[in-house]
């Protein structure tokens, strides 16, 4: 089965789509990412964002227009991942504009009719929705395929995604995806990408390669007031977001942070981003686990540095070198999804989104549905 799986997540940077080719094998999947691209959101797309996510107050106008507008985005990006190979159907997580997991509140936008619209192939969407309804947060929902993908028979694992929230799964040896543990250890990239933001006047959206802050140093006293935030202390399962790390998390902070350089105030929200997260794998994982890094903070070679340094007896390292393109794995992460959707099997792991139950995650925008699930049933048989 090929897919297009479409992602794009809490940095609001764009939107990454990746093709790729599914072969069901026993309980799990060979992968084989075929082709990766992101589509970037334009002006238009980060303000109308920015003017309608927390801390400001959106409009229903305002999420409507998005929903089209970001729909159009997400079609044109399975397109250009797609090129000209013929696919089965795509899978897209939209973009959250709101979370509030404690509620069970969610909601992602991205019309994903104007994606089938684009592809004339069936779509879906809205994963995190069934998990809700269940009484479950929302999320995390890449656990499920962390377990799918990188579960070992010989050792521990941490699968680490630094996205604009970073999260872990702690996958213990030989174990099945209801067993694994997972979470939002805190802020990933997101606080890094506003300071750049504001200290820049807008020039440069994210430190990027991580330069500011590898030029920078941690001033531990701003550190450790940043670490005091009440989040970091509460037991899993829990997620968390922009409600609550966004832009208002500077302002708290602000006294302090306007003491720092743009290369000490990135080098210690580097630090708060590797510490939070050290800290969880101490608290959750094996001392010998792997910890096997993705998203789009791998690429930030000072948050690297800092969980290496903050897990000196662990192997850190990225998801590439299990055939897992780090900048990839959540685009794949929610094709994988999708096919499971397809499959109707739940996809959730409940003790960690604090579901009653396991639930088939997934909407579906149909077109020649009976043909695809002709062609899953006898795949999945073969």
């Given at each position: 089965m090929i897919a297009v799986g479409l992602m794009s997540g809490t940095s609001l940077d764009g939107v990454d789509a990746t093709l790729v080719r599914l072969v069901p094998r026993g309980r799990s999947y060979e992968v084989d990412v075929l082709d990766f691209q992101t589509t970037p959101y334009g002006d238009e797309e980060q303000n109308a964002l920015r003017e309608a996510l927390p801390p400001?107050?959106?409009?229903?106008?305002?999420?409507?227009?998005?929903?089209?507008?970001?729909?159009?985005?997400?079609?044109?990006?399975?397109l250009a991942a797609a090129g000209k190979t013929a696919v089965d159907f795509a899978a897209s997580h939209g973009q959250t504009i709101y979370h509030d997991g404690n509620a069970q509140t969610t909601l992602q936008v991205g019309d994903p009719f104007l994606i089938r619209q684009a592809l004339g192939r069936t779509v879906c969407y809205d994963f995190r929705s069934a998990d809700?309804?269940?009484?479950?947060?929302?999320?995390?929902?890449v656990p499920y395929?962390?377990?799918?993908?990188?579960?070992?028979?010989?050792?521990?694992?941490?699968a680490v995604n630094i996205g604009g929230i970073a999260n872990l799964t702690v996958i213990p040896r030989r174990s099945a995806p209801q067993d694994v543990i997972a979470y939002d250890s805190g802020p990933g990239n997101m606080l890094?990408?506003?300071?750049?933001?504001?200290?820049?006047?807008?020039?440069?959206?994210?430190?990027?390669?991580?330069?500011?802050?590898?030029a920078g140093s941690v001033n531990q006293a701003v550190l450790g007031a940043m670490l005091a935030d009440p989040y970091f202390a509460l037991a899993p399962p829990k997620t968390t977001g922009r409600e609550r790390f966004g832009t208002q998390f500077l302002d708290e902070h602000q006294a302090r942070l306007a003491a720092l350089s743009l290369?000490?105030?990135?080098?210690?929200?580097?630090?708060?981003?590797?510490?939070?997260?050290?800290s969880a794998i101490d608290a959750s994982a094996a001392r010998a686990a792997r910890v096997v890094v993705s998203g789009g903070g791998a690429k930030n070679p000072a948050?690297?540095?800092e969980l290496q340094q903050r897990l000196p007896d662990r192997r850190v390292?990225?998801?590439?070198?299990?055939?897992?393109?780090?900048?990839?794995?959540?685009?794949?992460?929610?094709?994988?999804?999708?096919?499971?959707?397809l499959r109707g099997r739940a996809a959730n792991v409940p003790?960690?989104?604090?579901?009653?139950?396991?639930?088939?995650?997934?909407?579906?925008?149909?077109?020649?549905?009976?043909?695809?699930?002709?062609r899953v049933r006898t795949e999945c048989r073969a």
């Open positions: 400001n107050e959106g409009s229903t106008r305002a999420v409507a227009r998005l929903h089209r507008m970001l729909g159009q985005t997400f079609a044109k990006a399975a809700c309804a269940a009484d479950g947060q929302g999320a995390p929902l395929v962390d377990a799918l993908l990188l579960a070992s028979d010989s050792e521990d694992r941490v890094i990408d506003a300071f750049v933001f504001r200290r820049t006047n807008g020039r440069e959206r994210f430190d990027r390669d991580g330069k500011a802050a590898l290369e000490d105030g990135a080098a210690t929200l580097a630090a708060l981003t590797a510490a939070s997260l050290a948050i690297l540095r390292e990225l998801s590439d070198v299990m055939n897992i393109r780090a900048d990839a794995k959540e685009a794949v992460a929610f094709a994988i999804l999708g096919y499971e959707t003790h960690s989104t604090g579901a009653s139950g396991p639930v088939v995650l997934g909407a579906i925008a149909p077109h020649d549905l009976d043909a695809l699930l002709d």
